[in-house]
């Protein structure tokens, strides 16, 4: 489903991405588990195009997104849906309008399937009678899933999903991942997800990555991971700011 | 030395050919869009509302206001030389002109400019702008396209509007005040002023209206660094727009006077 070779990437002086080397199969769910600041959103960006790397290659289906037009890059942001950090939403949108928007600029024009498509949505991210609110009067967890929802709503065949459930209780987090888990098994949906939660890596990922310095620094299943007794890992699994190594 | 007086020429030379080069590729980006997707009704008829019903109040205080000082000032020094009664002649095409079509572009640079690129800028910060991307929307076909046709719509009815106000002040503005032959004063007033006088105003505006809402929307999808950008995009795109107005008018007038020259022929 995707590929990513060599991928490179500096914003201003910093080197972000140092030749990142990444493959999702189709229907699989890759964590990327990383350090905060180390790169995981931009390198998310990078799979839909809404950043150019400054070298590498990135396949997405089939097909080389290096050097598309944003027109051209429209077809694959069709197929792959996005759930940004922040959540993203339209603040002069209600919650509502701001789910059914990608439903109606693929042109569905019937209010009321509309509507009914919308509180489907809804009812999985556990958001049932919020279509009226604004997004500002939404707490940032309640956001997160609104943005959810809108990523979800046109059953793209891969989503990626930026800290789905940073900021969230712990109850909302477990169906999070309940949900993420349910939209692969029933749909085989492709998922990336970044995380630097480990439960819910452990819960969702057929594989996780642990990107480190620009790189992937290791790669395989979560079984794999918790075995691995590389110092930097196991500084991040047991969240150890002074390395033993040191 | 002198090397350094040329490179420290250049730069800003350099930065501001690039800028150019910015604001012609986004209203290429944007004709071609205008001409090959589907217009998006709901928001263009938003904009119309937002930019041209909304400025109304704006546009006709200032042209009213204008007219009416522009009268009295006329008349002051004509009435010198007993040729009071020309005074709606001098401000009617003064009027259509030049007063109108600036001070209308100025005012809308100021109300709607400012709010365009604050709008724009705030959803590029807050990354509303990706999350249109991201969800297959080019947001030039979503933002700026509805916004750049309103205007061309707008800003002429705005600046005719702006003239018929500053003409029926300045009237007001003569007979009460200024005991002038109400007659005298229209007869005068029609006599000099022709359709070109109107054209050439309402020609102005359209082409104010098409740097303000390019520049504001720029700077809008140019915007970084959160709150203090989106400021600094907001006065930057009101300035440049202004500034923009006021020099362009210059060389309009100069090129439209050979189109529609002034005087009564
Ligand atoms: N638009 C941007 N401009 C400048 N620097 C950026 C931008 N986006 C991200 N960065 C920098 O890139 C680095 C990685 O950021 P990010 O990918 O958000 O990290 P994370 O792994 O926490 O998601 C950070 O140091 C950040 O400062
Ligand atoms: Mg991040």
Redesign the pocket.
Known sequence: MIAVRDLRKA??E?E?LRGVELEVAVGETLVII????????????HLIGL?QPDAGEIWVSGKSIIGMSERQLTAIRQKVGILF?SGALFDSMTVEDNIAFPLREAGMRDGKAMRARVNEVLEVVELEGENAKMPESLSGGMRKRVGLARAIIRQPSCVLY??PTSGLDPVVSDSINRLIRRLQERFQMTSVV?THDMKSAVHVGDRIAY?HEGRVYFQGTPAKLKQCDDPIIQDFLLGRSESATH | MIARFFIALGAPLVAFVHYLGELVLLAADTFRSVFTHRLRWRLFLQQIVEIGLLSQVVVIVTGGFTGAVFAAQTYFQFNKIGMGSATGAVVAVAICRELAPVLSALMVSGRVGAAMSAEIGTMKVTEQIDALRALAVYPVDYLVVPRVLAMMISMPLLTAECIGFGIIASYLVAIVFLDINGTYYVANMVQWTRMRDLIMGVSKAFVFGILIVFISCHKGLTT?EGAVGVGRATTEAVVISSLAVLISNFFLTMALNIVYPAGYQ
Request: net charge positive; proline share 0%.
């Open positions: 914003i201003g910093q972000i990383g350090r905060s600041g180390g790169g995981k959103s931009v390198l998310l960006k950043m950090q930026d800290e970044v990107l | 970084r």
